[in-house]
């Protein structure tokens, strides 16, 4: 069974620029959810997406947005990136047999990015 | 909104004490609590899930506790060991539209000396 993988692992980005982040989800799962987790913080929600449509969002601006495929492996793009954005991205997959099943989830290593 | 606290922030203790951390929630219509250890730049490693309808787990050294009708959580570590120094996270689920997220605190910073 392969679990939750992250790419790419580091990346260094200037202020203004575009990211995509990726990531597959365990096998035999159909959600993924996104966090963002800031230096000497706990993680933080940014959305979920089941059988590709977007399942629950947290607080962040329009210019995050995410992505899920048919293989139910996920995009995470930021545009026009702020220094703000620079921190570890935690994907994590789960099985939802149903909307507000409460599966566990499983996490992947996380993308560490710094903008300059 | 659910708020997730952790105390301490910081530990240290020595080798082979038994410790316990503690996690508090400000609403109690929690579905799962887990436990989360994290080393330093890396990503998240799963150490205990304790359901809604549980009271704790138990898993080698470490044992869970779950209390919803106070809003807390403890986690015990038993003959703590130099490996177990890491920053332990505490996080609930919730509903969010159709289906759930977590929610973490900030976590405790553990050192276990020799």
């Known amino acids: 069974e392969t679990g939750v993988t992250q790419s790419p692992t580091h990346l260094i980005k200037t202020r203004g620029q575009q990211v995509t982040l990726r990531c597959s989800s365990q096998?035999?799962?159909?959600?993924v959810s996104w966090y963002q987790q800031a230096l000497g913080q706990g993680p933080q929600f940014i959305f979920q997406?089941?059988?590709?449509?977007?399942?629950g969002r947290g607080n962040f601006p329009p210019r995050v947005s995410g992505l899920q495929f048919p293989n139910y492996s996920s995009e995470l793009n930021v545009n026009a990136l702020e220094l703000d954005d620079s921190a570890l991205y935690l994907c994590?997959?789960?099985?939802?047999?149903?909307?507000?099943?409460?599966?566990?989830?499983?996490f992947g290593p996380g993308t560490r990015l710094t903008v300059l | 909104k659910q708020e997730v606290t952790q105390i301490p922030a910081a530990l240290s203790v020595p080798e082979g004490e038994n410790l316990v951390l503690n996690c508090s929630f400000t609403?109690?219509?929690?579905?799962?609590l887990q436990w989360f250890r994290q080393d330093p730049g890396k990503g998240l490693t799963s150490l205990l899930l304790?359901?809604?309808?549980?009271r704790e787990q138990t898993s080698g050294r470490l044992n869970a506790s779950l209390d919803k009708s106070s809003g807390r959580s403890t986690l015990y570590i038993a003959a703590s060991q130099p490996g177990d120094s890491a920053t332990y996270l505490c996080?609930?689920?919730?509903?969010?539209?159709?289906?759930?997220?977590?929610?973490f605190g900030t976590g405790t910073q553990l050192k276990v000396e020799l």
């Open positions: 994590a997959s789960s099985l939802l047999v149903a909307r507000g099943n409460t599966d566990t989830q499983y």
């Open positions: 096998s035999g799962h159909n959600t």
């Open positions: 997406y089941y059988r590709e449509e977007e399942n």
């Open positions: 609403d109690s219509a929690i579905y799962n």
């Open positions: 304790i359901q809604s309808s549980q």
């Open positions: 996080a609930v689920y919730i509903l969010t539209g159709g289906g759930n997220k977590l929610t």
